[in-house]
């Protein structure tokens, strides 16, 4: 009785196993070769986590560091998403995305973004939502621009246009003082991308004047609501709207020997699921995984995904290896591993199944 219980064990695992792969391939196949059927298309087939294990129903709500134990794949949950290969692959034309350059340059400048607070986040409830990235270095630092363009606004975010929230919840001003380029694509007709560099505390050019990529614009203050001494760099796709942001680092190319993970969570419909904890392991040699960083999925507004990628969360400057992503949605954990190259971009679409 057990020998068979035992067998039936065993062609059920194996049967999982064989959907896992075909609906992988499938995924894949849809992926390299219909491209306009985007995420929706590339929903793994079967697999889904229809049992809620114990240990995921007592992982936090919020995004701070799990267990790794709880990121292994518990017997008889097969792994739901699926790595979709590199992405430059899918992607519109490259410019303006991952082709920006960071905002601070040299050995002595921090050029990575705060991982704590990342776009889209609260910085696990601390803070408003993030419209953009915080990259902390000491008063005075160099701020460069990230990519060639125009200035098109300097100064005081209470002297002009409201660039962040509504004027009345902070009326000293937001991002203190300011700066503002334009970023006119090579395609004319295309819509501009703007990128502002807030909490400055002296600027270095004035409104009109062409930039070039890596040219010395600011420099690093604390101006309006700042902590500490630090750049918010957004990316936005009309000037003053601050509900018109991208999140910046799917337009900055990724430091040596580093690439990053373009995710998108979603329901079995392929609705983005908001304010789902993310976090992503390392997975060293042996494939133990170290708890590497965590965030949370963009909620429903005002921050938003770039068209035609659709991510609602991005995990940015990982050294190039294998890595677990693990998203504690409502009914339970979806994870994959997946590979992170040098210079790419690996998108990841972990999406719920149908109970
Ligand atoms: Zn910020």
Do not use: C
């Not at 049967?15 to 995924?27: F, M, N």
């Not at 040219?215 to 709207?241: K, T, Y």
């Not at 979603?266 to 965590?294: H, I, M, Q, Y």
């Amino acid at each position: 009785m057990s020998l068979s219980f035992g067998s039936w064990r065993r062609r059920r695992r194996r049967l999982l196993a064989i959907a896992a792969t075909v609906s992988s391939l499938l995924a894949a196949y849809l992926f390299l070769l219909r491209p306009d059927l985007r995420w929706q298309a590339a929903t793994p087939a079967a697999g889904g986590p229809r049992q809620v294990t114990a240990q995921a129903s007592r992982t936090p709500a919020t995004p701070t560091r799990v267990d790794p134990a709880r990121a292994t794949p518990s017997p008889g949950h097969a792994p739901v998403g699926a790595p979709l290969g590199p992405l430059p692959k899918r992607l519109p034309p490259s410019p303006p995305l991952l082709s920006m350059g960071r905002p601070f340059i040299g050995p002595d400048l921090g050029q990575k973004a705060s991982p704590n607070y990342l776009y889209g986040s609260t910085g696990g409830g601390e803070y408003i939502l993030h419209h953009g990235l915080d990259f902390s270095n000491p008063l005075g630092s160099r701020i460069a621009a990230v990519a060639d363009g125009e200035v098109v606004f300097t100064g005081e975010d209470r002297s002009g246009p409201p660039f962040g929230p509504p004027k009345g919840r902070f009326p000293e001003g937001f991002y203190g003082r300011l700066v503002v380029l334009r970023h006119q694509p090579e395609d004319a007709g295309a819509t501009p991308l703007y990128s502002l560099y807030a909490h400055v505390n002296r600027v270095l050019v004035r409104r009109r004047q062409r930039v070039r990529e890596g040219q010395g614009i600011a420099e690093v203050g604390m101006a309006g609501i700042a902590l500490g001494p630090h750049l918010h760099l957004e990316i936005r796709d009309a000037l003053q709207d601050y509900g018109r942001t991208y999140n910046p680092y799917l337009f900055l190319k990724p430091l040596p020997g580093e690439g990053l993970i373009i995710g998108r969570v979603s329901d079995p419909a392929g609705r983005a699921l908001a304010k789902v904890p993310v976090n992503l392991f390392r997975l060293a040699e042996g494939g133990a995984p170290d708890w590497w960083t965590a965030t949370t999925t963009y909620p429903a507004e005002p921050v938003r995904p770039y068209p035609g990628i659709d991510e609602n969360f991005v995990f940015a400057d990982l050294p190039a290896g294998r890595y677990r992503v693990v998203a504690q949605t409502g009914g339970g954990p979806l994870q994959t591993d997946l590979e992170v190259g040098d210079g790419e971009a690996t998108a990841l679409l972990l999406q719920r199944q149908l109970p």
